[in-house]
């Protein structure tokens, strides 16, 4: 792991830079929010955001209630 910025294997010690502006981002919406609305909040590259998001979903701290929407976890607000 050489620094690329993605938040892998970070997880452990709590989410990244960009990790934490996504979970940022979905602690602040009313219910779930889509990728494009993660981009324009936080000015992440959406391919960033969708990395982001997986790896989020992975350790438990994002779910997707809604088809392609996004929402923070009770873990994910624990982690902020």
Known sequence: MSGC???CGSMSKGPGDASKKILETLAKCDGPCGSKDIVEATGLD???VSDQIAALKKNGLVDSPVRCKYGITSAG????
């Open 5 to 7: 910025g993605c938040g």
């Open 77 to 80: 607000k624990a982690s902020l």
């Open 46 to 48: 959406k391919k960033v």
